[in-house]
């Protein structure tokens, strides 16, 4: 096996330990503070440091046989993230590709269920479904590919997909999760290639895990040995009227262990707090966020970190919960609580304030990104990375919801009230929120979607790639932001509307095939062709908006078809701010050899008074020409007569 590890190690290291996942956002809202009484988790792939596989793959229900083995594998944010042939055709090689290096393995269960995959497990045919977004931590642990050091089985992504192939329910989940992670331990994918200077802001992985009743936050952090597997774990309930959102910060802090109903962790919870000199009982309650989250000091500018995580945190409830007023310089601070665990909302939420909320940069605040020099002349509120200090300046950008750098994100909701086959539905979106669509694509039931959604490289420019459509937009309308985000908007009011109307539709005929909330073949049939379409529809839809763009507003100009151009210029208070409004300034110099009484200055000075000179001037010259004129046809007259 030690070849082996060290084959996987010397190739993979740099790609799997990057930053690839430390930037995602959560939502997870409880059934009885939504309208339509769903159960709800977001997660937004926040991604950048490598490209990512955009596939979503369908990974069949199986029975196996007794004594089987389970092999566990460290995926890679890249195309192809997987290559197995034990997991569906969608993992199957393709061409030349080899099956991916086995870490090791665990026993299998007889039976284990079909779920939807990206980077991390989405929803099984259950409706138990996840999401994640990277966090920080003080334990460190590797993975077994890493030589000597590294003593541990599971990521974050295997562990996802282990309880969706595995549970019933958002608990069964996080019990399974938790139990595997202390026996065969937990490692980071986001700790770098630096074993003697980890990077702590990602250490630790957090989850919101949902089924149509009950939504839980869980944090998983390594163990608190790194010879030896282990993991340091804890979950809490999110109440059922209430909504909570994490913005790659840990937000558990009070728990009581006596109550099963609300609150599960690892037995060690307490204990590695107290050996670590993290926390001492007698000075107060247990806090896991102060005794377990890192404060950002490893960051040159501390205060930008804590901005970092809270303000997403914030911005999610001053927009689902704006009676609240809460403080938005608070920030995330890992010895005090900023903002409560959970809130509940003013109004009952509904799909349209979910993607309100992922399209948002602040917009109406103080910390506006539509606004300021950085914005450019027309309100763009994209900033590249890095956002904090670079290139030897201290500073930082916001960092909002919506990204630029956004590979992938989804609303996944879950109804009791319906078949597990209708049920569960993932709405999809690619790149980034501000400019994509919503699209009712993945049903807990359905095994199928569009080609273009399958056949993508962000390597690679292709019209028959979903991806692009929705980048070459997010990147087009940023040369006229102001203008286009408000073709966008009314193209995605008019698409996903019809989505929506789309969805209870189908919903509604697929019903009726069902009874005593059991589906047979021929409705999640009817569920796979009709999404199928819409997706295709929709896609299409969003090709022609993007070609409409490009044509309509390039040079500077906005094209509305043949005939005349608008050239909208740029806006006064940008102008005044740049050099324009500074312009010549001292740049012109009067040329040499003029003599020194001339000046184009005194020139416009006299020029008043030397106005009639002028006059007389001209129009003696003008009669000049006039007589010189009549003489000349005259003398030529008298000439021909002659």
């Known amino acids: 096996m030690k ?41 937004t792939d926040d991604s950048g440091g490598t490209t990512t596989d955009l596939r979503p793959v369908r990974v069949p229900a199986k029975d ?135 990077i702590l802001a990602g250490a630790s992985e957090t989850l919101a895990v949902a089924d149509p009743d009950e939504v839980w936050i869980m944090h998983m952090l390594c163990g608190p040995d790194r010879s030896r597997p282990g993991s ?19 937000i558990i802090r009070q728990i009581n262990l006596k109550d099963k109903s609300r609150y599960l962790a690892s037995a060690n919870v307490h204990s590695v707090a107290i050996e670590k000199g993290w926390w001492n009982p007698k000075e107060g309650p247990f806090d896991f966020t102060a005794a377990y989250s890192f404060d950002g000091s490893f960051d040159t500018n501390s205060e930008w970190y804590p901005l970092y995580t809270g303000r997403r945190q914030w911005r999610v409830f001053n927009m689902l919960a704006p009676s609240l007023k809460f403080d938005p310089r608070l920030g995330s601070v890992t010895t005090r609580p900023s903002y409560p665990f959970a809130v509940r909302p003013d109004k009952l939420i509904t799909l349209s304030d979910i993607k309100r909320v992922l399209r948002d940069h602040y917009e109406g605040t103080q910390f ?70 919503y699209i009712p694509l993945l049903y807990a039931s359905t095994a199928k979607v569009p080609a273009s959604y399958i056949n993508c490289l962000q390597s690679e420019f292709s019209t028959d790639c979903a991806w692009w459509a929705f980048n070459l937009v997010n990147n087009w309308i940023q040369l006229r932001y102001d203008a286009m ?63 409409h763009l490009v044509a309509k507003y390039a040079n500077g100009f ?28 001292n740049t012109f ?19 008043g008074a030397q106005q009639w000179g002028v006059v007389v001037l001209f129009t003696v010259a003008f009669l000049a020409t006039v007589i010189g004129v009549t003489y000349h046809r005259r003398h030529n007259n008298y000439n021909n007569l002659v």
Request: hydrophobic share 35%.
């Open 3 to 43: 070849p082996l590890m060290l084959l996987i190690s010397s190739v993979a290291l740099l790609l799997f330990l990057v930053n690839w996942a430390a930037a995602c956002t959560i939502i997870a809202v409880g059934n009885k503070a939504t309208a339509d009484g769903s159960t709800i988790v977001v997660h």
């Open 64 to 198: 196996w046989p007794e004594g089987s083995k389970r092999p566990i594998y460290q995926f890679q944010a890249i195309y192809p993230r997987l290559v197995t042939s034990s997991r569906g055709e969608g993992y199957k090689p393709v061409g030349n590709q080899t099956e991916s290096a086995i870490l090791g393995y665990i026993p299998q269960v007889r039976h284990t269920y079909a779920y939807w995959d990206l980077d991390y497990g989405i929803m099984n045919e259950h409706q138990v479904m996840i999401a994640e977004s990277t966090t920080s931590g003080k334990t460190v642990g590797y993975s077994l590919a890493v030589p000597e050091i590294g003593h541990n089985l599971f990521q974050i992504g295997e562990l996802s997909k282990v309880a969706l192939e595995r549970c019933r329910t958002a608990r069964c989940a996080v019990e399974l999760m938790g139990k595997l992670s202390t026996e065969y331990g937990f490692y980071s994918d986001d700790l770098g290639p630096n074993y003697d200077k980890p």
């Open 232 to 250: 340091v774990w804890v979950a809490q309930r999110v109440d059922d009227d209430k909504v909570a959102a994490i913005g790659n910060g840990i």
């Open 368 to 437: 506006d990104m539509r606004k300021g020099l950085a914005a450019g002349p027309f309100g763009n509120p994209i900033r590249w990375d890095p956002i904090t200090d670079y290139n030897g300046v201290r500073g930082g950008w916001e960092r909002p919801i919506s990204m630029f750098r956004t590979s992938f994100s989804f609303i996944s909701t879950a109804r009791r009230h319906l078949p597990n086959e209708i049920g569960g539905l993932v709405w999809y979106g690619e790149d980034s929120a501000v400019g994509t669509l």
């Open 485 to 547: 985000i408000e073709e966008v908007r009314a193209e995605q009011e008019r698409l996903e509307g019809e989505s929506e109307k789309f969805q209870k539709s189908l919903e509604a005929k697929a019903l009726k095939l069902c009874h005593n909330k059991r589906c047979p073949r021929e409705a999640v049939e009817l569920l796979e062709k009709a999404t199928v379409e819409h997706a295709e529809y929709n896609v299409e839809q969003w090709w022609n908006l993007a070609w």
């Open 558 to 585: 906005i094209t509305n078809g043949e005939g005349a151009i608008e050239k909208p210029g740029y806006p006064r208070e940008w102008l005044e701010m740049t050099e324009f409004s500074k312009y010549p300034g």
């Open 589 to 607: 110099i009067e040329p040499p050899g003029f003599p020194q009484h001339f000046s184009i200055s005194s020139f416009a000075q006299t020029a």
